[in-house]
């Protein structure tokens, strides 16, 4: 029972900390004068997979047993799986939701004309959609590559982690060097949590806001997992399947979290952008060390996580070039990882 209750608990506590966090790395990106789009790809992003990250790296340098070591390789895989299916299917329904509502409200507004209501379905612009897609075709492109290295066995395999390494940074410097004009000067943010009756807070405020939230969120989000761990055999579920099923899930809660926020506060292309940032970091850093510090080869469950992720990025890029992206198609992708929890038994079994 204490288990389920520190679960509710820990999930709280990554939710409102996640409150506290999107606001002050909306200021931070302000103060860096970095583009609206980057705010999300890059600094909410790497925020919040650096603690995973870090998981990874001890995990795959410290690991006593080759199964330890394995932890990380599931992890670099387990992410961007949760990332592609149960983070933008979240995010698709609780547009939905907020959608249903803007709807009805636009209803009673216009003495029923629906034309404003079906005009908003669609979630991106020309623009944005295209941007997004781009994000998709980076992540694609390297993760179909880890999955390939995952097959095959060869003298200088660890060495190619470094590109890995070398792909985020060519990332990370394009999303950084552009979009500078996306943030306008009347995109007013609401004051800092720590500094409320300040109009604008003061630079060391950010900071310690911005540090000291990903510091709650990464002790919240590790305990998070630990009473998952302990839960899932208390359900019937084998180790195996509660780390490929369970704690993907949770160790992406804090990006699923600040998608929510961002979504309930009206801001959906920073929502979209922090999962497709999340994504490329999920692809690269986690893979780089993987390959650096393992054997990096895939067994049939880590095999069927990417084919699984595959088909979830071909299902967005194909709505997205459609013009067809909008909430409940969106959501879709959450059943994504039903197909992946069913197509785990036979494999592991």
Known sequence: MWHFVLLVVCAAA???????????VEWLGRRMNVGRMAVGTILAAFGTALPESVVTLIAVTTGGTAEARDIG????????????TVAYGVTGVVLLARRRKVRAQALVAA???????RRDEVLTEPGQARRLAKDQRWFVAVFVV??????????????????????????????????????????RLEP????????????????????????????ASQLFVHQLDAIGPMLGLSGAVTALLLSPIATEL????????????????LALANISGAMMIQATVPSGLGLLFTDWRFDGALLWSGIVTMIAI????????????????????GGLYLVFAVGLVPVLT
């Open 14 to 24: 990554i939710y409102f900390s996640c409150e506290w966090f999107v606001n002050a």
């Open 73 to 84: 390789v599931g992890a670099a895989m387990g992410g961007p799986l949760a990332l592609a």
């Open 111 to 117: 003495g029923g004309g629906s034309e404003d209501a």
């Open 146 to 187: 880890k999955v390939v290295l995952g097959l095959v066995a060869f003298a200088i395999k660890p060495w190619l982690g470094l590109l890995f390494f070398a792909a985020y940074a060519v990332y990370f410097w394009r999303e950084m060097r552009g979009g500078h004009g996306e943030q306008g000067a009347d995109d």
């Open 192 to 219: 800092l949590k720590i500094q409320p009756r300040r109009e604008s807070p003061a630079t060391w405020a950010v900071v310690v806001q911005t540090l000291a939230t990903l510091g709650v969120i990464f002790v």
């Open 254 to 269: 804090p990006e699923i979290m600040n998608a929510i926020i961002w979504v309930r506060q009206g801001k959906i292309s």
């Open 314 to 333: 071909a299902y967005l890029l194909t709505i997205l070039r459609t013009d067809k992206f909008t909430p409940a198609r969106l959501s879709l992708a």
